[in-house]
């Protein structure tokens, strides 16, 4: 199934652009690509910030901190995919 795609225009100082242009081209990849890339990268950093993020504030959370009522449910799934 073909992924869908939103045009976007983006504006570059023309130092940037070149720069980029003359990346894209060393990695034999149209600069859409590049722009691509990157975005997917600053993505995942956003993600994994917020993700760090998240388990910092439940590790001052006491209340939040107990995990002991997932053992049983974990202990069943790998009882069932030892069987």
């Known amino acids: 199934m073909p992924v869908r795609a939103k045009a976007l225009t983006v504006r570059l100082p023309e130092d940037l652009y070149r ?12 600069l859409n690509s590049l722009v691509r890339e990157g975005l997917n990268i600053i993505l995942k950093e956003e993600c994994y910030a917020r993700m760090y993020e998240a388990f ?11 995990v002991e009522f997932a053992a049983d449910a974990q202990r069943e ?7």
Request: proline residues 0%.
């Open 19 to 30: 720069a980029s242009a003359e990346v894209a081209k060393r990695r034999k990849v149209s």
């Open 56 to 66: 910092g504030q439940v590790g001052e959370d006491t209340d939040m901190t107990d």
């Open 77 to 83: 799934v790998v009882e069932r995919s030892d069987a």
